[in-house]
């Protein structure tokens, strides 16, 4: 951890419930400097506009209710950290969307009109309860993404192993 911390290697912290795997995230987000933090819930909706307007933000009119331009959680988090909270929560089709921002750090909110793509320089800190592995095997996380998040895995071991930390 403390080797990473210099660098802009994204992180992927894997652990049983409540073994503090968010906790970790927020604490190394915080001792990198790099801020602003910005924390990310995965998981709540399947529906890609709105996944991609929470992660990329969307454009005025780009779709019914859009009365007004958003800001994505991205954009926030520009130069500082994201903590993808709970990853495997994301569905499939928006793994895609995150894999293309992890490799080129470029992204268009939801109606962006222009040539050029946004650009945001973001350390990702990823954390999930699940088996990633069994996802890949299963067709249920992509492989490419897993390798781009995962260049630092931080494994916590359970509480029952731990007890001095309960």
Aim: aromatic residues 6%; without cysteine.
């Amino acid at each position: 951890i403390q080797s990473a911390l210099r660098s802009d290697a994204s992180m992927l912290i894997v652990g049983e419930s409540g073994t503090g795997k968010t906790l970790l995230a927020q604490a190394i987000a915080e001792a990198s400097g790099r801020r602003p933090i910005v924390r990310a819930m995965l998981g709540g909706s399947d529906d890609l506009n709105t996944i991609t307007s929470e992660m990329f933000g969307h454009e005025r009119g780009s779709f019914s209710g859009a009365a007004g331009k958003r800001v994505g959680l991205v954009e926030f988090a520009d130069n500082g950290t994201l903590i993808l909270d709970e990853l495997l929560n994301l569905p499939l089709h928006a793994q895609r969307l995150l894999l293309d921002f992890t490799q080129f750090g470029t992204y268009r909110p939801l109606g962006y009109q222009r040539p050029e793509p946004k650009k945001a320089k973001i350390r990702i800190i990823a954390a999930t309860n699940g088996d990633l592995r069994a996802a890949m095997r299963d067709g249920r996380f992509r492989e490419d993404l897993y390798h781009r998040l995962a260049q630092v895995v931080i494994e916590l071991p359970p509480l029952r192993a731990r007890r001095d930390d309960i």
